[in-house]
């Protein structure tokens, strides 16, 4: 599994940098972009990463050749469907999530089916795009898994479900407004309070 959830890992850390770096600027106003304060070169510092052939583009090559040469998805594949299974035995407000994990895992399996089928340089042109699913499905079904014994970490992984695998879900999702407070304080939730805030608006 770690042959390819490394790199996958590190292509998501490079561009979460450069998301952390923005948020910094814009959470201090003005002052972001005031060269004496240093936020301007953190930003510069992190977009190096996801340009063409920065580390991001390295990494997402480096899932690429995993499952090319040591078929390293098949690992991948069996701990979503693992993760998936698990939810059986949790909230029914994580049949959702379950589904929407599954169809993105489907997706993601056809993608790599299709990899030594077609022209090598659109492979390699599409081995951010093919990451990416890897990535977001991953964390969609390990977040699931969680959630299957825990009606608060299901609400997480719900709202992740809506907001990263579903173009559509996120704007019917009333979860942070319902129950966004007792999530971050870690406050225990009861399944009936968690399938109220997973209804959508």
């Given at each position: ?47 190096c990463h996801p340009i063409w052939e920065g580390s991001e583009n390295i990494c997402a090559l480096d899932v690429l050749r995993a499952i090319r040469r040591e078929n390293a998805h098949e690992a ?124 959508a608006a």
């Amino acid at each position: 599994l770690r042959r390819i959830l490394v790199p996958a890992a590190k292509v998501r850390l490079c561009r979460f940098g450069v998301e952390a770096a923005n948020d910094a600027d814009e959470l201090v106003g003005g002052n972001g972009y005031c060269e004496d304060w240093g936020l301007t070169r953190l930003l510069r510092d992190a977009v190096c990463h996801p340009i063409w052939e920065g580390s991001e583009n390295i990494c997402a090559l480096d899932v690429l050749r995993a499952i090319r040469r040591e078929n390293a998805h098949e690992a991948v594949l069996a701990r979503i469907d693992a993760a998936i299974e698990s939810t059986r035995s949790g909230p029914e407000l994580l049949a959702e999530a379950a589904l929407e994990v599954r169809s993105n895992r489907d997706a993601l399996a056809a993608h790599i089916a299709e990899i030594d089928m077609i022209d090598a340089d659109w492979t390699h042109a599409g081995a951010g795009r093919l990451t990416d699913l890897l990535i977001r499905t991953v964390s969609a079904a390990l977040l699931c898994e969680q959630g299957a014994s825990d009606p608060r970490k299901s609400l997480v992984a719900l709202r992740y479900v809506r907001q990263r695998l579903m173009p559509d879900g996120q704007w019917g999702d009333r979860i942070a407004f319902a129950a966004g407070r007792s999530i971050l304080s870690h406050d225990a939730i009861d399944e009936s309070t968690a399938a109220s805030a997973a209804l959508a608006a």
